[in-house]
DNA sequence: GGAAAGTGTGAGCAGTGCTCTCGCTGTGGG
DNA sequence: CCCACAGCGAGAGCACTGCTCACACTTTCC
């Protein structure tokens, strides 16, 4: 990683560093089911069989482009969380959850590989796994950051639920109360509703000003969560 | 449609059906992407380009498929609504969500390929959207219905958004006021979110027990539309 | 009855992922 | 210093894809 050795070494990683930049060229232009070795190589002026000495397979390029997408998603959120770091934590979640729809509106298809149907036959490895954390590492953050310095509004979870939100919480956020982590995870999956809807043209002819539509839905999923705006 | 004239007529409604069946068949085994012309025509015996009389191209053979899936998902929707009917609102709502879930959870596949990611340079004709609506207007009718018999809690919008309802309300449901209708859209996407995640895979090693998770993440978006619980 | 549609066939084009062999070349050990 | 070896690119080739086209054969309709 450091220093390569010899020529070779760093031939080898301009050359994979090249690969994925035309990949993810195409990526943005076609979108992955488009994605083709042989017009990677083609425009790289590589005959398409050479590209297998860096990618076992299409399978594996693609592998590369999704950890990259989802920390790119991830470090958008970031960033975005980050510089809300003085607003309450129900602005910072709203800010946070409209860095991610304007992510995706930016890179429909890179988001597309990575929240769109999975390719076929192909499930991700267990090393996207951090990566594909990020996003929701940063609201779990914010959440968090709002319980210990105010408190969150609890909303009770049905009986029936109790076991399971309890499992989850000692999961994933042993720190807070098990309502909210429940409210969490379904949070997350409603924004991802929301931006997959707008991005997949599910509100063509029914949402106009979708940015207000979505500030408004953000706010509510932080409300859901029991932040509240001052 | 009624009476086919001759045979031959009669031959092309039975072929179009075969047809559209075995394409249903490898979409529900391998997945959109990998369904092949070539393949459907091998397994009904004929060759590949014959099925050109009948299907312009692939993609216009995946529409029909589109709107099959609409179709039938809308049904499980409207049925499950319907055995629901003597319920409170909310209870059907929840009834209709999780009808949902199910038909997706049953049909993945088929599911993916009109809520997944849109085929790329594909996009769905006008012809799509009445069984398109079909979901929604399932849920639209329980919220009229609640809205018409006890009427529903209001969540105010903000200003900002004001003028978006209402052109929202006047074009889907002037019955209601803006309001709910924005929180109905809002909770459609949402809807489309839990469904779409845990589908996708997202909730593996996060939530364990998603039939009751799920029940009570749709009982909230109930609630958050201004259903009522009795 | 004969012209005109409709339908299936098979060859063929351009494209895909992927494998294999063949040379060339940079690299590390003796 | 030199040479065997590993890494690399080229090219041919396999099996597959969607799609087109000229050609026969059959049904339909005037």
Chains 1, 2 share one sequence.
Not at 26 to 48: D, I, N, P, T, Y
Not at 72 to 79: H, K, N, V, Y
Not at 182 to 207: D, W
Request: glycine share 6%; proline share 7%; charged share 25%.
């Amino acid at each position: 990683m450091s220093t390569p050795q010899g020529a070779r070494a760093r031939a080898r990683i301009e050359v994979t560093a090249a690969i994925k930049d035309a990949a993810r060229r195409q990526l943005a232009e076609e979108g992955a089911a488009k994605l083709s070795l042989r017009a990677v190589a083609r425009e790289l002026g590589m005959v398409s069989s050479a590209l297998y000495r860096y990618f076992p397979s299409r399978d594996d390029l693609l592998t590369e482009l999704i950890i990259d997408a989802y920390d790119a998603l991830g470090e958008a959120a970031e960033t975005a969380a980050a510089r809300a770091g003085d607003l309450a934590p129900a602005r910072r979640w709203v800010a946070a959850s409209e860095a991610v729809r304007r992510w995706a509106l930016a890179h429909p298809h890179e988001y597309a590989l990575i929240y769109g149907t999975p390719v076929p036959g192909y499930s991700a490895p267990e090393t996207t796994v951090p990566s594909a954390s990020r996003v929701w590492v940063v609201l779990l953050d914010i959440v968090r950051d709002a319980h210990r310095e105010r408190g969150v509004a609890r909303t009770p979870v049905p009986a029936e639920l109790e076991p399971e939100a309890r499992r989850m919480a000692a999961d994933l956020a042993p720190d807070l109360p098990p309502e909210v982590v429940t409210a969490l995870v379904a949070s997350c999956a409603q924004l991802y509703g929301l931006v997959g809807f707008e991005l997949f043209g599910q509100f063509n002819r029914v949402v106009e000003d979708r940015e207000t539509f979505f500030r408004h839905a953000a706010a509510q999923l932080a409300h859901g969560v029991g932040l509240v705006f001052p």
